[in-house]
């Protein structure tokens, strides 16, 4: 994973935890201590998939898209996570070893199932259930 899931859930957090009111991103980056700029690139993301709403101009900010409780991780996480699990090696290896001519294909099939075994896990919790860990 190469940090969006983490950082998705903490801008869906803190936007559950502000109970309707509007956060800016700069509040938002403050808090998660990253550039606002790579915020709103995820806040971009996420309003794609129905997760947050914004308002635009001086009083504007972000929300959430969905009451708390509709919001599934498995959701957010594939939302976010292009990449398969384990990662995916760039060489391509040599056709003619006996290993080297199907390793990626067993590799993959078993990314595609720890993907689907953390998925099953994320349907599981909602943003509700884990935005009260913060009271």
Do not use: W
Not at 55 to 83: C, M, N, Q, R, T
Not at 99 to 105: A, E, H, L, T, Y
């Amino acid at each position: 994973m190469n940090g969006q899931f983490q950082i998705a859930i903490h801008i869906l957090t803190l936007l559950d935890q502000a109970k309707g009111e509007l956060l800016s991103s700069e509040y938002i980056a403050g808090s998660i201590n990253i550039n606002p700029v790579l915020v709103r690139k995820e806040i971009r993301n996420l309003r794609n998939y129905g997760l947050i709403t914004s308002k635009e101009g001086k009083a504007g900010g972000y929300a959430l898209g969905l009451p708390a409780k509709k919001i599934l991780f498995s959701d957010v996480y594939k939302a976010v996570e292009h990449h398969p699990a384990l990662g995916q090696a760039k060489n391509k290896p040599n056709p003619q070893c006996p290993v080297g001519r199907q390793i990626n294909q067993h590799l993959n099939d078993l990314a595609d199932e720890v993907d689907i075994s953390i998925i099953n896990k994320l349907n599981t919790i909602t943003l509700a259930d884990f935005s009260q860990k913060f009271y």
